[in-house]
């Protein structure tokens, strides 16, 4: 199939994008092809998403039913990070995924459908997550003392030329 990005027609600001190079915007939605009805077979559909620099992107499924499979190799919708091979998901199945987070400005969506078994498919949302250029980092508990044992990641992201 030919990828279509088309810009909803009430603002400039969203897109609805179902493949190919989506115009860069602050948010939108994706689906899957021919949602809500089943996607086809043999379908592999990129879908880029990016953001101002500085910001991250937060993709929120709002529906989702591919073919299951323990290892999602069938059917599945896979997502990259900014680098474009890190992957934060694989995913198949009929469960609604958790909101998934970029790094950096940028998100890659990959559908993949085999020879048989179509279902519904997925439709997302997805926004832009403004950086800050200020802000603090405090330990776990703080200003009390930190728990025993505990381990927590914080990814600071700042906008572009912002030091």
Do not use: R
Not at 22 to 42: L, R
Not at 48 to 73: K, M, Q, R
Not at 94 to 118: C, Q, Y
């Amino acid at each position: 199939p030919i990828p279509s990005c088309a810009l909803s027609p009430t603002t400039s600001e969203s897109s609805d994008c179902t493949g190919g190079d989506c115009p860069s915007s602050t948010s939108g939605t994706i689906k899957s092809p021919n949602y809500p009805a089943n996607y086809p077979d043999y379908e592999d559909l990129t879908i880029p998403l990016e953001v101002g620099a500085g910001s991250t992107i937060e993709l929120s499924f709002n529906s989702f039913d591919l073919e299951a499979e323990g290892s999602c190799a069938y059917d599945y919708v896979k997502v990259l990070d900014t680098d474009g091979t890190t992957e934060l998901a694989k995913l198949c199945g009929d469960s609604l995924p958790s909101a998934i987070k970029s790094s950096g400005n940028k998100l890659t969506v990959v559908f993949h459908s085999d020879l048989s078994v179509n279902k519904k498919g997925f439709e997302a949302t997805w926004k832009e997550v403004a950086g800050v250029s200020s802000g603090v980092v405090t330990s776990p508990g703080y200003p009390s003392s930190y728990p025993n044992s505990q381990m927590e990641v914080k990814t600071l992201s700042v906008p572009q030329g912002a030091k």
